[in-house]
């Protein structure tokens, strides 16, 4: 299908110079609908983005690889979600599960600057990463667990954790043999091109690193402990993050792939039926209504997906068999008030503009 009101609508969104690039992929139950990227991957020096840019996914990264390594070790029996956190990680406090880590509830704040505790000469380490992990179970929590729902970077940070102590493996290993490998999609931690490959797409001009960031983490706490994590530290291109979840929908219909370190792709879709206190499922995000909302007004209420600070989306519409994934790398060159404001107003637009077209 020919991009139309999408293509026209990135168009004028990268057009207004703020955000400079766009790249999208929608999928249809194994059918690619429309691919389309537009705009500079980075500035200066000026070089295009094109299908094939990869994109610092940021917390795309948590329904990707948090919950789709937590889905796939329930299904194994290795990971009880209702279980006390605490019964793993002793200064946990015992009233938190994997269920309210998953689901926003935990009552963790959202963020914190962890990687200001850190010695930088360790940053990329070993030690650094056990260092921020211990002082994410430290941080005091700021409301009852199970109770209300804020967005947490911190829970997330626990639940890597638990999940790595409980399967004895980190977060990329399980990743690899539990996602990646079985539904044969190209994401990687970071991004160093191979042979000819394109550079990823250029993020923050960062006032801590003292360089415009390529290739590796925008997010600080990320970077900070060598850029594998389930909050962020993904890369990958709007082909690759659509086509993963195009087989979430139906993972029973992937063939087998031979070499793949797993039989099968774990199901997520009762991760996306599980209501919480807010609008999270279980490391997803759900379609709100009422108000602004990233989806636009014609995404199916069905709907579930996540957002990226660093200016990226995945939206699926499971009725529909529908997935779209929207890269761009809005916080490039700066990450001020004139990008966040600009990715907010671009994305009900690029969604409504798919139904428009699909119409």
Not at 77 to 97: E, K, N
Not at 121 to 142: K, Y
Not at 152 to 179: P, T
């Amino acid at each position: 299908m020919p991009a139309g009101a999408l293509e026209r609508v990135a168009r004028r969104i990268v057009a207004e110079g703020v955000i400079p690039s766009v790249q999208i992929s929608v999928w249809r139950r194994g059918t690619s609908l429309v691919e389309l990227a537009v705009g500079k991957a980075r500035l200066a020096p000026p070089w295009p983005t094109t299908l094939d840019t990869p994109y610092d996914l940021a917390s795309v990264t948590k329904p990707l690889v948090g919950a789709g390594v937590a889905a796939a070790l329930v299904e194994r029996g290795t990971l009880d979600l209702d279980a006390p956190v605490a019964d793993t990680l002793r200064d946990v406090d015992p009233r938190i599960t994997a269920r309210m880590l998953l689901n926003h509830s935990s009552g963790y704040p959202a963020w914190a600057p962890l990687y200001e505790q850190v010695d930088r000469e360790l940053w990329g380490t070993g030690e650094a990463r056990r260092q921020i992990f211990a002082a994410a179970r430290r941080v005091p929590l700021d409301r009852e667990p199970g109770v209300s729902a804020t967005y947490s970077d911190l829970g997330f940070l626990v639940l890597c954790q638990l999940m790595e102590r409980l399967s004895e493996a980190r977060i990329d290993a399980m990743f690899e043999r539990l996602v990646r490998s079985p539904a044969d999609v190209d994401l990687r931690w970071g991004w160093s091109p191979r042979g000819d490959e394109p550079a990823a797409a250029a993020t923050e001009d960062c006032p801590v690193r003292g360089r415009v960031v390529q290739g590796q983490v925008h997010d600080l706490n990320a970077f900070a402990m060598g850029g594998v994590s389930t909050h962020a530290g993904l890369f990958g291109t709007a082909r690759e993050v659509a086509r993963l979840a195009d087989a979430w929908h139906d993972p029973s219909v992937l063939p087998p792939r031979e070499g793949a370190l797993c039989a099968s792709l774990c199901d997520c879709r009762p991760f996306w039926r599980a209501e919480g206190p807010g609008s999270h499922r279980l490391g997803w995000d759900a379609v709100t209504r009422g108000g602004y909302t990233s989806t636009g007004s014609r995404w199916p209420d069905d709907g579930v997906g996540h957002l990226g600070y660093t200016g990226t989306s995945l939206w699926l519409a499971p009725s529909e068999g529908l997935s779209m994934a929207v890269l761009t790398n809005r916080v490039h060159p700066h990450d001020d008030q004139a990008h966040k404001d600009a990715i907010r107003a671009a994305r009900p637009l690029l969604h409504d503009a798919l139904w428009e077209e699909l119409a």
